[in-house]
């Protein structure tokens, strides 16, 4: 849906909008900004730049540094939920008024080179099952871990935001080895984890994605939508 909008995120960048996110919801669990932006030497104009681009080390170099601050190893995990899109100065904010879920999960991913080029999501709907998949882009598994941690619990997160039940997963699949007890993963996923795995990914079942979303609003999301193709003043 925002094929209109002209910047795109360069390989191996994130944008300053996607780690401001990050930022946000870590400061909401307790961890301290200028400490976390020290840590990354960056200053606040260079993160509220709203097209910056960051190099994907520094995204890196932030969950660690969140993790380290928090004391919490899950803390990936957790910001997936607490980091969530809220307002619309984030783009992801607009798909939560699409009408089923399987327009949110194409239009979120859609958008994932607006936030960042160090992994890309393909959809595939097939008959039985629809799937997520990360593809690190020859990166160390490891290395990304806690980004693909955020990025799978963001997803699953807004699914269980869409139908009135929520969107149940089947399956979650990790490249990565576990960073910590894997009945952890278990818990927050609602399912059993499985690491090691050909591909990172969060398995659905397909039929579940058309059911209607209760935030359905697609006057609101093509007038934001609009708004946001306006060129800049």
């Keep these: 849906i925002l094929h209109s909008l002209p910047t795109r995120r360069s390989s191996d ?26 840590a990354l030497g960056l200053s606040e104009a260079s993160i509220r730049n709203p097209i910056g681009q960051l190099s994907s080390i520094l995204l890196a170099r932030l969950f660690e540094a969140i993790e380290q601050q928090l004391s919490e190893p899950t803390a990936a995990l957790i910001l997936g939920v607490s980091a969530r899109p809220s307002c619309f100065s984030d783009l992801g904010f607009i798909t939560r008024f699409a009408e089923t879920p399987r327009q949110t999960i194409a239009e979120t991913v859609s958008m994932q ?14 008959n039985r099952e629809a799937s997520l998949v990360w593809n690190g882009k020859g990166l160390d598994d490891q ?4 980004s693909l941690e955020f990025s799978a619990a963001s997803y699953s997160n807004m ?18 080895l576990p960073r910590f007890d894997p009945a952890i993963y ?43 193709s306006q060129p800049p003043k």
């Excluded at 059993?192 to 579940?208: E, H, P, Q």
């Design 13 to 38: 960048l994130v944008g300053t909008n996607f780690v401001g996110r990050i930022l946000r919801g870590a400061v909401d669990l307790g961890a301290s900004r200028p400490r976390l932006l020290d």
């Design 113 to 126: 080179t607006f936030r960042q080029a160090v992994w890309k999501i393909e959809a595939q709907f097939g």
């Design 143 to 146: 290395y990304l871990a806690p």
């Design 159 to 176: 699914a269980r935001e869409g139908p009135t039940d929520g969107l149940p997963l089947k399956e979650v699949h990790f490249r990565h």
């Design 186 to 228: 278990d818990s927050h996923f609602g399912v059993k984890v499985r690491f090691g795995a050909l591909n990172t990914a969060l398995i659905f079942d397909n039929a579940s994605l058309d059911m209607p979303s209760p935030r359905a609003n697609a006057a609101l999301q093509q007038a934001i939508l609009e708004r946001f």
